[in-house]
């Protein structure tokens, strides 16, 4: 039955899929906006709890919370790519109905073809551009295609690696001239301090590690 209501339901006009399609790509881009602006709030509150690292001479706690923000950003500049090519997707597809109204029907378009690729590669959109993907290929305006790769873009978290000279130009806009000093001052400190204090300093550790997991955790559920 539903075979027959398919074959006896009118197949949507250009214009109708582009308004559509559109309609959709502009709710993505809303999507990818509002991520990153989560993602930004959320590393104020990470770059608070550098400095507050810092003044306790934590450079372990701090040097981990300053990788948190350089993976952060390298997300929020591929949700910026991303925006962008979905924008770039729903300007093509304007010029394949703008030709379909000549022609009369949709043609195929490589360039398309090559974004919604890339994007079924990024995992903030990959599972909405497998959609995409599967009506713009029925309705003949790009090729199936392989997604051999998707799994791979799926299953990975970090498509860039931190690099060390990154995470210590956070640390150290961040939290200054301390954040130099920390795994000198950090040794001193630890000399400083007498055996009967170590107990204490053991549990302070642990709730501080504690909070810190606290804040990673945000930061890679706003990112996810």
């Not at 799926?154 to 301390?178: C, N, Q, R, Y």
Request: hydrophobic residues 35%.
């Amino acid at each position: 039955m539903e075979k027959v209501m398919n074959i006896l339901k009118p197949k949507p006009n250009p214009q109708q899929l582009l308004r559509d399609w559109q309609r959709r790509l502009r709710n993505e881009c809303r999507n990818i906006e509002r991520q990153i602006r989560d993602i930004q709030r959320e590393e104020k509150n990470v770059q608070k709890a550098i400095k507050e690292a810092a003044k306790r001479n934590d450079m372990g706690s701090a040097k981990s919370l300053a990788k948190e923000i350089v993976r952060s950003r390298q997300t929020v500049n591929r949700l910026y790519e991303n925006k962008a090519q979905l924008n770039s997707i729903s300007m093509h597809l304007g010029e394949s109905v703008a030709i379909a109204r000549t022609v009369g029907h949709l043609s195929k378009s490589a360039e398309v073809m090559k974004i919604v690729n890339n994007l079924m590669k990024a995992p903030e959109v990959a599972v909405t551009m497998i959609e995409f993907s599967k009506e713009m290929t029925k309705a003949g305006v790009i090729e199936e295609m392989m997604n051999d790769s998707l799994d791979n873009a799926l299953d990975s978290e970090d498509i860039e690696e931190e690099t060390e000279e990154e995470i210590e130009k956070v640390l150290t806009a961040i939290a200054g001239e301390t954040a130099a000093q920390l795994p000198e001052a950090s040794r001193k400190e630890k000399l400083k301090q007498p055996a009967t204090t170590e107990q204490v300093d053991e549990e302070n550790n642990i709730d501080d590690e504690e909070d810190m997991e606290e804040i990673r955790a945000r930061l890679a559920r706003v990112r996810s």
